[in-house]
């Protein structure tokens, strides 16, 4: 009889495991938006969303909640508020309106202008390296012009409007093609005559002129003269430039908190410190529905039946890249230790399946660019049990093996992918990847992170749990001004996997 339910058992898991799909799952299926669940539920993220929109034209608005657990993590209502006051800034400063007009026309007519400004300032962001940059810096600069009360214009000449749908009700957060600095945005770098820093370095700052714009250049390699763009006396000089445009790859929100006026406005703001980036993604972040089409199609094909998701986002950054059996050691290793994963039942042991009990299913989704670590996911558990009798599947979405930015199909399997991520409920991230950054934040997820190996070998211990779900600020943009704020500031701390890195936690 034993033998029996021994044999049931392992047929019923190789039946499981052998529909798992191919790496193109995005590709198989006619697009459909349906989600489970309320379409709006108890959420609190719910509390931030702007009205006003067509749900149809953008569907992921107000569907997201359906597939999440209710987040924890309540906005402030001063949050809300601001939020609710910059909608109505944009609106009467975006694209379109007699005040962007008259501030286009101060760019084309000279460089200087009087100290006294424009009635609304604008800040211009630029996208940079790949799409977890990308948001990162994105949400960066939200965060500043909410702190200094600018309008936020995105370039749109990537692929920027087939990923995100419009934020901001009654507006666009698109700069318009026709903006008086477009053609020129591409050779704004270090030596551009407006480059911020490198008019400190000159000595081409003064009092009594303002330029119509400046260039800020934050970056890993940042020099000390583009630090100070995060000075508090060097924000009293920038305050009156009605144009900024920022060239990032970072997440550099952390160094805001280290402007002493800025950290008294973002206390009030997040009381959580550690929320930011979770709750202005939340805000700003909305999937078109291409992109929305692929998440809900593969969270309800693959994902809604699991009793828990566990998320593993896998990045190799040797060179050359590819699978190689030190990182495959790594991840049992962590997921393993770390109860993540079952291990495998001993060989020759006796697994029996009771009847009378269903097993638990647990859904593993890997993101990679190499589909070779999740085929060997897949091939452990189809050929050996569980030491737990829990039923394993290992689900893919797409193996590209090389990453391939600025082509419109590439990123937006990469957006749906970083969703499915934050939808997991526990996730285990690369170490420096801001592609696991952002489906941590998004995902409101403390992720164990894996260290980077050396030496192709396996570090030991081969993990470790984050401090907190914001991301990680890959290289301090701490300048010499910042010195001592940053020693007195607590929930400021270095990265747990990046030494050069800041993020923030909550003050616990």
């Not at 198989?28 to 034209?57: C, R, V």
């Not at 309106?97 to 400004?117: C, D, F, H, M, P």
Request: net charge positive; hydrophobic share 35%; charged share 20%.
């Amino acid at each position: 009889m034993k033998l029996t339910i021994t044999f049931a058992t392992c047929l019923v898991l190789s039946m499981v495991l052998l529909v798992l799909p191919s790496h193109n799952i995005f590709n198989d299926h006619k697009s459909h938006l349906t989600t489970t669940g309320n379409k709006l539920s108890n959420s609190f993220q719910n509390l931030l969303l702007a009205t006003g929109f067509d749900e149809e034209s953008c569907m992921s608005r107000y569907h997201q909640s359906s597939l999440r657990k209710p987040s924890p993590y309540k906005p402030s209502t001063n949050l809300v508020s601001k939020l609710r006051s910059y909608e109505m800034l944009h609106k009467r400063c975006g694209p379109g309106t007699k005040a962007y007009e008259r501030a286009t026309k101060q760019l084309g007519k000279n460089n200087v202008i009087n100290s006294s400004g424009d009635d609304c300032q604008y800040v211009v962001w630029a996208p940079m390296f790949g799409l977890g940059n990308r948001i990162l810096s994105m949400v960066s600069v939200f965060t500043y012009a909410l702190m200094t009360d600018r309008v936020m214009l995105v370039d749109q000449r990537n692929d920027i409007t087939d990923l995100f749908c419009e934020p901001f009700p009654g507006t666009s957060w698109l700069l318009p093609s026709d903006f008086p600095l477009t053609n020129q945005i591409d050779s704004f770098n270090r030596t551009h005559s407006h480059c911020y820093g490198t008019m400190l370095k000159n000595h081409a700052v003064n009092s009594t002129t303002r330029p119509s714009y400046l260039y800020i250049d934050i970056f890993h390699d940042s020099r000390d003269h583009d630090k100070r763009f995060f000075c508090e006396e060097n924000q009293a000089f920038i305050k009156n430039v009605p144009w900024l445009v920022v060239k990032s790859n970072l997440y550099y929100a952390p160094s805001l908190w280290l402007i002493p006026s800025f950290q008294t406005k973002l206390m009030k703001l997040f009381p959580e410190r550690d929320t930011v980036f979770h709750h202005l993604s939340h805000y700003l972040l909305h999937p078109t529905n291409e992109v929305w089409g692929m998440v809900t199609r593969s969270y309800n094909a693959y994902l809604s039946r699991a009793d828990e998701v566990l998320g593993l986002q896998i990045r190799v950054f040797s060179t050359p890249s590819g699978y190689f059996q030190h990182v495959m050691d790594q991840i049992l290793s962590c997921t393993q230790r770390e109860k993540l994963l079952p291990e495998l039942a001993s060989n020759g042991s006796q697994q029996v399946m009771n009847i009378t009990k269903t097993p638990k299913l647990k859904a593993v989704l890997v993101t990679s660019l190499h589909p070779e670590y999740s085929d060997e996911l897949k091939n452990m558990f189809m050929e050996r049990p569980s030491s737990t009798g829990e039923i394993v599947e290992v689900y893919q979405p797409s193996g590209e093996r090389v990453q391939q930015t600025d082509k419109k199909v590439h990123d937006q399997k990469a957006l749906a992918e970083i969703y499915l991520l934050s939808l997991t409920d526990k996730l285990v991230t690369s170490t420096r990847s801001t592609f696991g950054y952002v489906a941590q934040g998004l995902g409101g997820l403390k992720p164990w992170i894996l260290y980077e190996p050396r030496h192709q070998k396996a570090p030991d211990p081969p993990c470790v749990r984050a401090m907190s779900m914001e991301p990680c600020s890959l290289k301090a943009l701490v300048s010499a001004c910042q010195a001592e704020t940053i020693k007195t500031t607590p929930f400021v701390k270095y990265c747990e996997d990046r030494i050069t890195g800041i993020k923030l936690v909550d003050e616990l």
